[in-house]
Structure formats: structure tokens, C-alpha cells
């Protein structure tokens, strides 16, 4: 089975802070997504990366930035948290693109006070 | 532009009932199509896809669902339904001629009530 897994499952950061969210897909997937859930509006991609060193913009990357400088691993950053990041984060991976399949971890919930 | 419609915010459904759970779209070209379910404070998790082919698809915890091309839709269905399948679904689609990234709808909570 795949296995996804994000580091931190609850995290608690002051506004201002630097945040650090990893993911490790163990399946030797090309690609990985960060995505933020909120109540109401779905899932939102915020970037993803088609290889290592490779990081594309999605629908909402202000604020955030991500680094992937290995194929198994891709990080979320958050420069300067703030309270409307307050969020469910969602890291992903999938093989290739068109009918491949989409594999999740559990999820991060960041809060920012 | 492609889009993703999940009509209804909850579902509410008896325990033994058959369950609906209903997703439209909109793509430009043939679609590639996926459901997903939640449970609380986890991750997503895959239950089954579209690709091509036979119309139904048969997935997880006796989830299927059907393609109707027609009427753009991709519903979700189980005959009986069971408490434990009380969760969030997701519907997502991908244009099989682009190379566009998913496209989510916002999600049905789907409650089960014994």
C-alpha cells in the first residue's frame, strides 16, 4: 500500500513564526500536492512538483513555499504564519497525472494564534 | 472551464436505505472522474474512479458509482447503507485531454442514522 505520511498531525504556532509542515511518500511517486482544507470551500492546492527541485504554483500560494529536494519527501513552508492559515493541511502523491491515482496522508492541523 | 458540482451539502440516510450521493461536472474534452471519503480528522481516502469503459464502477466498502455522460453526472451509490459510512465524500474530475490537476467539488457529509 501506499503510505503517505505527514510528520506533524497537530500543530499549535504563533503568529509570525516560521512553519515547517513535512510530508514522505514512500511509493517512489513523481508527484506530490499540498492542499488546504476548510469547512465549505473543498480542497484548495496551494503548489505541487513534477520531480525533485520542481515546484509548481496552485490555485493559492500566497504565503506559502515548498521544497522538494528529494523524490520521496516535499515540504510546506509557511514564511510568516498567520491567523487565516489556521487550516487542515493535506499532503498527496500520485505516480503520474491523467488516470493515476491520488493518495493522501492524514492531515496536519495548523493552528496560528 | 472545468468545474466539479456537489449539489448537496449532507445526505441524510436511514441505516439499510440505499444511499446517493450526487456529483456533476463540467470538462472540455472526456473526463477522468474520482471519489474520495473522509472520516473525521483523517486524511482522504481513494475509493474508486472513472477511466473508460463499462459505465459502472465498482469500488471500496461497497461503494460504486455511474458514469452518465449525458447528463455529465458521476453519483455515488451503495444499496445498503451502514453507520459506519457516515463521513465526508469528496468527487473530483480531470480532463483526459489536458493536463490539468484535479478539480474538487466542495464535499457531501453523509450521515447514517440507525
Known amino acids: 500500500d501506499v503510505k503517505v505520511t505527514q510528520s506533524s498531525r497537530y500543530l499549535v504556532k504563533r503568529t509570525g513564526e516560521k512553519v515547517f509542515l513535512e510530508c514522505v511518500q514512500d511509493?517512489?511517486?513523481?508527484?506530490m500536492f499540498w492542499y488546504r482544507q476548510d469547512p465549505g470551500l473543498g480542497l484548495r492546492l496551494i503548489y505541487f512538483?513534477?520531480?525533485?527541485?520542481?515546484?509548481e504554483k496552485g490555485d493559492i500560494p500566497e504565503g506559502y513555499s515548498v521544497s522538494r529536494e528529494k523524490k520521496e519527501r516535499f515540504s510546506l513552508i509557511l514564511e510568516s504564519a498567520s491567523t487565516n492559515q489556521t487550516s487542515m493541511y493535506l499532503c498527496?502523491?500520485?505516480?503520474?497525472?491523467?488516470?493515476?491515482?491520488?493518495?493522501f496522508g492524514e492531515g496536519s492541523w495548523l493552528t496560528v494564534v | 472551464a472545468q468545474s466539479v458540482a456537489q449539489p448537496e451539502d449532507q445526505v441524510n440516510v436511514a441505516e439499510g436505505n440505499p444511499l446517493t450521493v450526487k456529483c456533476t461536472y463540467s470538462?472540455?474534452?472526456?473526463?477522468?472522474l474520482f471519489w474520495y471519503v473522509q472520516y473525521p480528522n483523517r486524511g482522504l481516502q481513494f475509493l474508486l474512479k472513472?477511466?473508460?469503459?463499462d459505465n459502472l464502477v465498482k469500488g471500496s466498502y461497497g461503494f460504486e458509482a455511474e458514469f452518465n455522460k449525458s447528463q455529465t453526472s458521476f453519483h455515488l451509490k451503495k444499496p445498503s447503507a451502514l453507520v459506519s459510512d457516515s463521513a465526508l465524500y469528496f468527487c473530483?474530475?480531470?480532463?483526459?485531454?489536458?493536463?490539468?490537476?484535479?478539480?474538487w467539488g466542495a464535499g457531501t457529509k453523509l450521515i447514517i442514522k440507525p
Open positions: 512538483s513534477y520531480d525533485v527541485k520542481m515546484k
Open positions: 473530483a474530475v480531470r480532463d483526459m485531454d489536458s493536463n490539468y490537476q484535479l478539480i
Open positions: 472513472y477511466i473508460t469503459g
Open positions: 511509493m517512489d511517486h513523481e508527484n
Open positions: 470538462v472540455s474534452g472526456n473526463p477522468y
Open positions: 498527496a502523491s500520485s505516480l503520474g497525472q491523467g488516470a493515476d491515482t491520488i493518495y
